[in-house]
T-cell receptor
Framework: GPKVLQIPSHQIIDMGQMVTLNCDPV?????FYWYKQILGQQMEFLVNFYNGKVMEKSKLFKDQFSVERPDGSYFTLKIQPTALEDSAVYFC????????????FGSGTRLTVL | QQKVQQSPESLSVPEGGMASLNCTSSDRNFQYFWWYRQHSGEGPKALMSIFSDGDKKEGRFTAHLNKASLHVSLHIRDSQPSDSALYFC????????????FGTGTRLQVLP
């Protein structure tokens, strides 16, 4: 099936540093998402992105967070500066269209902030 | 305030048994529903979608939607140990933001 690739699979950084999580979405998909999951529990919506713009973001998407997809390359989530509570697994997803389209997820990036 | 609640939080069934998972939304704008399954160390993977009232069957999996009561269920017959995973209900509304909200999750364990 369609594959979403996330790089790296694990990242350990010190609090206050910047981190960039990378996502290579399914090639013909147009909508991109980031979700946050703590301790294998609920998938929390962070943000979605279409046509170079953020469509909607949640309260979890703090001012320190940003997303972009320059020139059709990786869809990235940047956190600057990081905080201890940012430790989680971050999942990228993509879909081909609006509303009734299934999301395809990557395997996640486990972020540990020390 | 969680818009998509799932029950039970965890569930154990014997191999070959029936597993029933429930999902209730508090937002009447949700019109599109999915069930996703997440195995340990992986991302969620869609099992099936359901957009109309009634039943939808795919193999051993049957989803049921009742939009009036904002209730979605998933029934897994002849459960297998490989079905042991975290199951999420997900919902989307008809707004133009394409946001997909996931439920609180049900952890299913199928005992050999």
């Amino acid at each position: 099936g369609p594959k979403v690739l996330q790089i790296p699979s694990h990242q350990i950084i010190d609090m206050g540093q910047m981190v960039t999580l990378n996502c290579d979405p399914v090639s013909n998909h147009l909508y991109f998402y980031w979700y946050k999951q703590i301790l294998g529990q609920q998938m929390e919506f962070l943000v979605n992105f279409y046509n170079g713009k953020v469509m909607e973001k949640s309260k979890l998407f703090k001012d320190q967070f940003s997303v972009e997809r320059p020139d059709g390359s990786y869809f990235t989530l940047k956190i600057q500066p990081t905080a201890l509570e940012d430790s989680a697994v971050y999942f990228c997803a993509s879909s081909s269209g609006t509303h009734a389209e299934t999301l395809y997820f990557g395997s996640g990036t486990r972020l540990t902030v020390l | 305030q969680q818009k998509v609640q799932q029950s039970p939080e965890s569930l154990s069934v014997p191999e070959g048994g029936m597993a029933s998972l429930n999902c209730t939304s508090s937002d009447r704008n949700f019109q599109y529903f999915w069930w996703y399954r997440q195995h340990s160390g992986e991302g969620p993977k869609a099992l099936m979608s359901i957009f109309s009232d009634g039943d939808k069957k795919e193999g051993r999996f049957t989803a049921h939607l009742n939009k009036a009561s904002l209730h979605v269920s998933l029934h897994i017959r002849d459960s297998q140990p490989s079905d042991s995973a975290l199951y999420f209900c997900a919902a989307s509304d008809t707004s133009n933001t394409n946001k997909v909200v996931f439920g609180t999750g049900t952890r299913l364990q199928v005992l050999p």
